[in-house]
């Protein structure tokens, strides 16, 4: 059975960091996609940051030039680094994780609250 633990969440003022990680255990091969989405309270979840096979990345506009994604394929772990926070940036944070470049996901985290006072 694969299971996908997050850690890092917390609470932090504005403007500072936070390191989120991610970890899969169980038999999973070839892992092709690994992303990191958010939900807020009364909003959808969305896109954070991706990244493919090839070490192609995208960001959410929201995201660009503050979070960086990052991983160790030979962990099964990914990392999102989060800075300048802001307090529209207080969500809860899914890290996803798909064998596919495209398509569902195959994998979802349970969830690391990130809270930023102002």
């Known amino acids: 059975q694969v299971q996908l633990v997050e850690s890092g969440g917390g609470l932090v003022q504005a403007g500072g960091s936070l390191k989120l990680s991610c970890a899969a255990s169980g038999s999973i091969f070839s892992l092709n996609r690994m992303g990191w989405y958010r939900q807020a309270p009364g909003k959808q979840r969305e896109l954070v940051a991706v990244w493919r096979s090839g070490d192609a990345t995208n960001y959410a506009d929201s995201a660009k030039g503050r979070f960086t994604i990052s991983t160790d394929n030979a962990k099964k772990t990914v990392y999102l680094q989060l800075n300048n926070l802001k307090p529209e940036d207080t969500a809860v944070y899914y890290c996803?994780?798909?064998?596919?470049?495209?398509?569902?996901?195959?994998?979802w985290g349970q969830g690391t609250q990130v809270t930023v006072s102002s």
């Open positions: 996803a994780m798909s064998r596919r470049l495209i398509g569902p996901t195959d994998y």
